[in-house]
């Protein structure tokens, strides 16, 4: 009995340090990446995007890539002459992609975060995001501060909206749902005055069921979408951040959201969403 | 039909994609399975035998397959090898790596499993009639823990297709990304399109497995 007590220890022992072998090895030196000479010479750069994230970057029924991270990848792969071979990623292996020199871009609706910033190297932003809440018609919310005391706002549990609210309004009841069905229907049942998610869900909500609005289409701390790059591959970065300037003095973002995104955003949020040129509108000059 | 969104399954190449999808699925559990089976018998037939250090080796082997979740070892396979040894493992032979890794240990337990529950006096009796260590194998002791090994591989294999879902996490797009790619495409036009579809997996699924299902039946059948 004895000796197989013993003899389970010493098996889980040799399995933990096999585990830890592997987890100290695997942080162990900088990833490998390819240069943008290297990448021109391969005549092939490899873009990671989402394949079932639409209107972002989807496959459409052809089994093409389609979507707003797609229309700027094709115009990288035209303006460094090479072509571009799509990986299809998901969110939780964005940064392992990069890290292994698996892709050379991630161009996967990748929000600009400070934890981020320190495993890889974000170039200039191409999208704003921020919250936003959508309430009816006919009692427009256009300010947190309508909110009267017994009022509730309908948030989806785990969001960056409950967060946020939490933080910053802790006054405000929160009526928190787990499924954005449920929340869907709470507000459509006036269960709550209004509902705070992410402004492009708000937004594309207010589209598709009318006699809703979206009375605070940005709030909270904006954030922006931007591509990314292995930590240290700064031939790539400045080239991206250069073509990023270029393409801003031809609207290129603004073409790609009326190709890509009108449908489900519509046409009075381009400019809330859009970020032209690398300049968010914080740092624009004033007057603009 | 409309409301089950099964329309979109007719959109441009989508069916096609769909068998495609399958096909990768398919593909990369046939080859794991082939090789797993060749090396489970020969692990299982060694966790048989009087080596100690054999026995503890496996015994380890073992409990890091079972303790250690496949996506993890997905990741470890396709990205720490990257990481750790500068190799560039194509997402397909890493997912074939770790699926008969995987079946090899499962597998090895299984024929060990088998083996042992011959009984001690088969092998006895066969070498009491003259037979050589071969020929007891060959003859009496091999037949029948095939016999017994059947339903139990069986089982492991279709559960080796369904788990191939988890490639999609390093990149590779198999029958299940490519529904959730459809539905994604067609959210705006065609909601309800999910259940469809995934009923529609869970079609083909069973297409696949059930007539595994019943070779085994029929194999069991004939050799008992």
């Known amino acids: 009995m004895k000796k197989a007590i013993f003899r389970r220890v010493i098996t889980a022992a040799i399995i933990f340090a096999f585990a830890f072998s592997f987890s100290s090895f695997a942080y162990a030196d900088e990833g490998d990446f390819r240069t943008l000479d290297e990448i021109k010479a391969s005549g092939v750069i490899n873009i990671g995007v989402f394949s079932d994230k639409s209107p972002f970057g989807y496959v459409d029924e052809n089994g093409d890539y389609q979507g707003y991270d797609v229309y700027f990848a094709n115009r990288i792969g035209e303006d460094l002459g090479v072509e571009v071979n799509f990986v299809s990623t998901e969110a939780a292996s964005r940064i392992e992609y990069l890290q292994t020199g698996k892709v050379d871009i991630i161009l996967a609706n990748f929000t600009v975060t400070e934890e981020r910033a320190e495993e890889v190297d974000f170039a200039l932003p191409y999208m704003n995001v921020a919250l936003g809440v959508v309430s009816p018609e006919d009692a427009v919310i256009e300010s947190l501060d309508d909110i009267g005391e ?44 209004a509902w705070a998610n992410d402004n492009t869900e708000v937004i594309a909500f207010a589209i598709e069921n009318p006699g809703f609005v979206v009375g605070i289409p940005s709030l909270g701390s904006a954030d922006t979408i931007a591509p990314a790059v292995t930590k240290g591959n700064t031939t790539l970065l400045d080239w991206l951040n250069d073509e990023i300037g270029a393409l801003g003095e031809e609207e ?5 959201y009326e190709a890509t995104l009108l449908d489900v955003y519509g046409a009075d949020y381009e400019d809330t969403l859009v970020v032209e040129g690398g300049v968010t509108a914080a740092e624009a000059p004033a007057g603009e | 039909m409309q409301s089950l969104g099964l329309d979109v399954l007719f959109k441009g190449k989508n069916f096609v994609r769909l068998l495609g999808g399958l096909w990768v699925a398919v593909r990369i559990s046939l080859i794991s399975v082939a090789i797993s089976i060749v090396l489970g018998l020969v692990m299982g037939v060694l966790m048989t035998g009087k080596s100690r250090v054999l026995k503890a080796v496996f015994r380890v082997y073992l409990e890091i397959v079972r303790i250690m979740p496949q996506i993890v070892l997905l990741f470890v396979v396709y990205f720490g090898t990257t990481r750790v040894f500068g190799w560039d493992l194509s997402s397909e032979a890493s997912a074939i790596i770790v699926f008969s890794f995987w079946g090899t240990a499962e597998m090895g337990d299984l024929v060990r499993g088998a083996l042992i529950s011959i009984p001690r006096i088969q092998y006895e009796s066969a070498e009491a009639l003259g037979l050589t260590t071969g020929q007891v194998y060959r003859y009496v002791i091999l037949p029948q823990t095939v016999r017994r090994l059947i339903p139990l591989s069986i089982n492991l294999i279709t559960r080796m297709i369904k788990t191939t879902s988890l490639v999609m996490m390093i990149g590779m797009v198999e029958v299940l ?48």
């Open chain 1, 150 to 193: 017994d009022d509730q706002v309908i948030v989806i549990s785990g969001t960056t909206a409950e967060t946020y609210l939490v933080e910053n309004y802790p006054d405000i009841k929160l009526q928190k749902y787990d499924a954005y069905a449920e929340a869907k229907t709470a507000l459509e049942n006036g269960n709550g005055v």
């Open chain 1, 252 to 256: 290129f973002f603004h073409a790609d």
């Open chain 2, 177 to 224: 990304k490519v529904a959730q790619q459809i539905i994604e495409a067609n959210r705006k036009t065609s909601p309800n399109a999910a259940f469809g579809l995934f009923a529609v997996v869970m079609l083909l699924y069973f297409a696949i497995c059930w007539p595994i299902s019943r070779l085994a039946g029929y194999l069991e059948k004939r050799w008992a």
